[in-house]
């Protein structure tokens, strides 16, 4: 069973940035597929991103083009920096994990992923 612990939420300001971290241990990190999930208040969680073990990326499309993910399989560690933050960002940002090494799998639903962290507090003012 892999342990997830993310770090790195915050308050900031809009147009600001912040790199969360979501560290696993107890398994082969490289073998997983990994994800970034949020959840606003009042709302379902929703899908942020994703990365295989082949550093495929996914994007939700709203945070394209703002928000990477990487992964550093040395460390047993997935990261999303997010750049040009919107107050509409807002939101618990959760890690999530699932066993994969599939060339053609594509995770992105949170029924995709079975292990999740306790989610870290993003909040961005205008």
């Known amino acids: 069973q892999v342990q997830l612990v993310e770090s790195g939420g915050g308050l900031v300001q809009a147009g600001g940035s912040l790199r969360l971290a979501c560290a696993a241990s107890?398994?082969?990190?490289?073998?997983?597929?990994m994800g970034w999930f949020r959840q606003a208040p009042g709302k379902e969680r929703e899908f942020v991103a994703s990365?295989?073990?082949?550093?495929?990326?996914t994007y939700a499309d709203p945070v394209k083009a703002r928000f990477t993910i990487s992964r550093d399989n040395t460390e047993s560690t997935a990261y999303l920096q997010m750049n040009a933050l919107k107050p509409e960002d807002t939101a618990v940002y959760y890690c999530?994990?699932?066993?994969?090494?599939?060339?053609?799998?594509?995770?992105?639903?949170?029924?995709?992923?079975?292990?999740w962290g306790q989610g870290t507090q993003v909040t961005v003012s205008s």
């Open positions: 107890g398994v082969t990190f490289s073998s997983y597929y």
């Open positions: 990365i295989n073990w082949r550093d495929r990326t």
């Open positions: 999530a994990a699932q066993l994969d090494r599939s060339f053609f799998s594509n995770r992105y639903r949170v029924d995709d992923f079975t292990s």
